[in-house]
């Protein structure tokens, strides 16, 4: 009987350890709302800060946060940490970095939530708000002349590689469902320019700690 009950014991007191490690607090997030500037988003450190500043206010402190987005000289999958990433709502997206961008990842319109834990709009919906910047591949890595300027611009010169938070689009195409990569802005980096494919300058946030 002892040696059932310290049996019992050990076992449970691994359990709480494999829950302690991971830390299901809020690591991912649509942002809300973007700079109100269209792709001019200060650049990484200003996107950094929009993060960061987001998820302050939405209580969650004492975490390191990185925009996903890439560069002419880096890779948005070199950004943000190894991973997990947990939504607003406990809900796992990702272990790490591999998994996020293979078909293993849970994104979707449902869990793609932004810092407060709601929805954001996607296709179908008014309006539509899917198009979510990145200047990226489907592998994470940057894409030549598609991230305005390095997120500098808001006129009407340039181009953005956006993905779609709801994995949907004009076909089934993977790049109508890629949550990283779909397709360019078009008519250049303003508010109005992403506004007019369905997108509104939101972008993702990840915490790397």
């Known amino acids: 009987m002892r040696r059932l009950l310290l049996v019992t014991a050990a076992a449970s007191l691994a359990a709480i350890g494999v829950a302690s490690s991971q830390d299901a607090t809020m690591s991912f997030f649509v942002t809300s709302v973007g700079s109100g ?5 200060g650049g990484l450190a200003g996107a950094d800060a929009h993060c960061a500043s987001l998820a302050e206010a939405a209580g969650v402190a004492g975490k390191t946060w990185r925009a ?27 272990d790490d970095v ?13 869990t793609a ?3 407060k834990g709601e929805v954001v ?4 919906d008014k309006p539509n708000r899917h198009d979510v910047l990145t200047g990226s591949k489907p592998d994470g890595t940057k ?16 181009a953005a590689m956006t993905g779609h938070h709801d994995r949907t689009g004009l076909d089934d195409s993977a790049a109508a469902k890629s ?4 397709h360019a802005s078009r008519g250049g980096c303003s508010q109005e320019a992403l506004r007019s494919t369905g997108g509104d300058g939101l972008f993702y946030c990840f915490a790397v700690n």
């Open 179 to 182: 949550w990283n990569s779909s």
């Open 113 to 115: 939530l932004n810092e």
């Open 37 to 41: 500037k269209g792709a001019d988003l």
């Open 68 to 94: 996903y987005l890439s560069t002419s000289d880096t890779d948005a999958r070199d950004r943000i940490g190894t991973g997990p990433w947990f939504n607003a709502k406990g809900v796992k997206i990702a």
């Open 143 to 158: 894409i030549a002349d598609q991230t305005c300027g390095d997120w500098t611009l808001s006129g009407a010169e340039g």
């Open 121 to 124: 709009n996607g296709r179908g």
């Open 98 to 110: 591999a998994s996020l961008h293979s078909d293993a990842n849970a994104i979707t319109k449902q």
